[in-house]
């Protein structure tokens, strides 16, 4: 059973460019959150997806936008990269809601991004 | 103030020794408390929930004191695969929100 996955692993961009991160929850999870982890921080909630639907969402500028397939998984979009952006970018799923632990993510290993 | 303080450590200790964690929260209605695991360069795992009467697992015991808005974890005879970072977590009022602290990294020496 494979656990959340994330892509692409590692990648540098510079400022002002675009990036696209992909992640596929775990299997029979249907909600899927992103979180934004800087060195030294803790992770930060960006926003989450549940129906294909942003249901919540961080404190984090309109630069950070998403979207959630049919099939659950999800994209984070991030636009006029900032040097301030560069950070692990960490996908989570859980169960639908009301039926887990609410505070149990599972994580993926998270796409660290570099912007130069 | 930030929602979740907790000392970042690093706490360097012997094994077999006990090393106590704190983390304070400044949502006085927050209602659910979690401990989770971060090991270099890996994502976050969950160690387990904080209960209001506690709860223990092993090695590890968690605390929740709401009157100081305090949460504790305790860690009996360390082992070298304990050194990790700790994160307290407060769940943010809907599944997939939570509000992490910034870790207290543990490092278990031989």
């Known amino acids: 059973d494979a656990g959340v996955t994330q892509s692409p692993t590692h990648l540098i961009k510079t400022r002002g460019q675009q990036v696209t991160l992909r992640c596929s929850p775990k299997?029979?999870?249907?909600?899927v959150s992103w979180y934004q982890q800087a060195l030294g921080q803790g992770p930060q909630f960006i926003f989450q997806?549940?129906?294909?639907?942003?249901?919540q969402r961080g404190n984090f500028p309109d630069r950070f936008s998403g979207h959630q397939f049919p099939n659950y998984s999800s994209e984070l979009n991030v636009n006029a990269l900032l040097l301030g952006d560069s950070a692990l970018y960490l996908c989570a799923s859980s169960w639908p809601p009301g039926t887990s632990e609410p505070g149990e993510l599972f994580f993926g290993e998270g796409s660290r991004l570099t912007v130069l | 103030r930030k929602e979740v303080e907790q000392d970042p450590g690093p706490f360097n200790v012997p094994e077999g020794a006990t090393v106590a964690f704190n983390c304070t929260y400044s949502n006085s209605a927050s209602q659910s408390f979690f401990w989770y695991r971060q090991d270099c360069r890996k994502e976050p795992k969950l160690l387990m929930s904080v209960y209001s009467s506690g709860n223990e697992d092993g090695r590890f015991t968690a605390q929740l004191n709401r009157a100081s808005q305090y949460i504790s974890l305790l860690i009996r005879d360390s082992k070298l695969s304990d050194s990790a970072t700790y994160l307290c977590?407060?769940?943010?009022?809907?599944?997939?929100?939570?509000?992490f602290g910034k870790g207290t990294k543990l490092s278990v020496k031989p």
């Open positions: 299997s029979g999870h249907d909600t």
């Open positions: 997806y549940y129906e294909e639907e942003e249901r």
């Open positions: 977590v407060n769940y943010g009022g809907s599944q997939g929100n939570l509000i």
